[in-house]
């Protein structure tokens, strides 16, 4: 009869039917002897890092980097102490010296930094290559696994047609496709946790990058910064030749020449032009005035936003900024009736991204969350990141924000940094741009103090 199988058909069948198996089991073995992090025993993540950790100088490093940042917390309380006092010779010594101590604190700290994000980021990398090196293996795994399925699966269909096996043999293909079929899932989560893994590994690295170019660029302001405090210690050293007379009238001729201070140039090197210390000073007081900020505090942190940000302006949109912001940037230049392409932007360093525009070097999407309240200050509809009255309001706004309509030096330190680095403020890394806003902000007090007769 036609329905019913030869012997030697049904010898084919079998034959087939147990390389069909062999090939089953061989994928369910390639399976078992791949490991994963999580069903295999191999250490957590966490842990691998807490052990490269114990087995590194890192905890001697961070031990130095406290004892560090304590000494520079210590100075700069002692510096508000000082500053707090009537100007003397001897306290302008002191001044002096503790500004030198705190920035050489700091770039020897700057350094430390770098050394510990760079030792970081060489851990990172090399977790990364190793996830990278077992998805691969776990890809393997599940491309096995599949074609084990599809090759059970035939095996079923065979066995079905033709009928030349026992119920036991039947019985013995369904528990191998469903073993096949739970390490597949169990293979499949195990992918998605290493991918999951290495995703967030790959953003810490790029963090860290980022955390290393701002710590560089801080450092060579930092070192910048120094040289320049050593030179007026030596210039006021020599001025003043120790006595106290000479010190009174070094004042006295300082104070008598309000028209110098005037003319004397405040540089917003990011939009290409130089405004004289009485023509920022003129833009910034109403505006602090109706905020409740100092204006002392709001040109040091606009001046130090500029020298900080060496390459604004040099960057291009569609390379430099992250094109999150796109829509956002168009809009902006839209509305100011810009070319795109024309708008200068901040340029991105070695790792990150740029895209901050103007004097007070705000993202696109900030500047929009501020546009309103900048409109409500200054009147001017749409307001620009690149006009430096509608720039200077929105420093203000966001400084106050920020607690510096406090107007205590603590409030105002703290402002500048979460101006400076968000959410990461805290991070003792970048309290160098605090501690120079704050150096800054006492020199433009006391200019403005002549500007005002006090």
């Given at each position: 009869m036609r329905g019913i199988p030869s012997r030697r058909r049904k010898q084919t069948i079998k034959t087939r039917l147990m390389t069909i198996g062999a090939a089953i089991f061989s994928a369910i073995a390639m399976a078992v002897t791949v490991t994963t992090p999580t069903t295999r025993g191999i250490a957590s993540p966490i842990l691998t890092v807490a052990r490269a950790e114990e087995a590194n100088p890192q905890g001697v490093l961070?031990?130095?980097l406290d004892g560090l940042t304590r000494q520079i917390d210590d100075l700069r309380a002692a510096l508000r102490e000082t500053r707090s006092q009537s100007r003397t010779l001897s306290q302008e010594r002191i001044r002096l010296d503790q500004e030198i101590l705190r920035s050489e604190l700091s770039v020897e700290r700057s350094g430390r930094v770098i050394q510990s994000l760079e030792e970081e980021i060489s851990v990172l990398?090399?977790?990364?290559?190793?996830s990278e090196a077992e998805i691969a293996g776990q890809r393997e795994v599940v491309a096995a696994l599949l074609?084990?399925?599809?090759?059970?699966?035939?095996?079923?269909?065979l066995s079905t047609i033709f009928s030349g096996g026992t119920?036991?043999?039947l019985t013995d293909q369904f528990e191998a496709a469903a073993r096949i079929e739970r390490e597949l899932l169990a293979r499949i989560a195990d992918l998605r946790e290493l991918e999951a893994e290495a995703g967030e590994r790959k953003l810490a690295l790029?963090?860290?990058?980022t955390n290393e170019e701002t710590a560089r660029q801080l450092l060579v302001v930092a070192r910048d910064d120094l040289l320049v405090k050593r030179e007026l210690r030596l210039q006021f050293l020599a001025e003043t030749q120790g006595r106290e007379q000479n010190f009174a009238n070094q004042i006295t001729a300082t104070e008598a020449n309000a028209t110098r201070i005037r003319t004397q140039l405040y540089l917003l090197a990011d939009i290409g032009k130089a405004l004289s210390f009485g023509e920022a000073f003129a833009v910034a007081k109403p505006i602090s005035d109706a905020v409740g900020v100092r204006p002392a505090f709001l040109l040091a942190v606009l001046q130090k936003e500029s020298r900080l940000g060496a390459l604004s302006g040099t960057g291009f949109w569609r390379t430099d900024m992250h094109p999150r912001d796109w829509p956002a940037f168009l809009t902006i230049?839209?509305?100011?009736?810009?070319?795109?392409?024309?708008?200068p932007i901040s340029r991105k360093p070695s790792y990150g991204w740029g895209g901050a525009m103007g004097p007070a070097q705000f993202l696109p999407a900030t500047w929009l969350a501020y546009r309103d309240r900048v409109v409500a200050l200054t009147g001017n509809n749409p307001p620009s990141p690149w006009n430096v009255q509608d720039a200077f309001a929105a420093a203000a706004i966001k400084l106050a924000a920020g607690g510096a309509n406090e107007r205590t030096p603590s409030a105002e330190w703290r402002a500048a940094m979460i101006y400076f680095a968000g959410g990461n403020w805290k991070n003792p890394a970048y309290a160098f741009y605090g501690d120079a806003v704050e150096d800054l902000s006492a020199a433009f007090q006391a200019q403005i103090n002549i500007l005002e007769g006090r």
């Open positions: 961070r031990g130095q990398e090399r977790e990364i290559g190793a074609r084990a399925i599809a090759v059970s699966d035939e095996s079923f269909l119920l036991a043999d790029e963090e860290q990058r230049t839209q509305e100011l009736g810009l070319d795109p392409d024309q708008a």
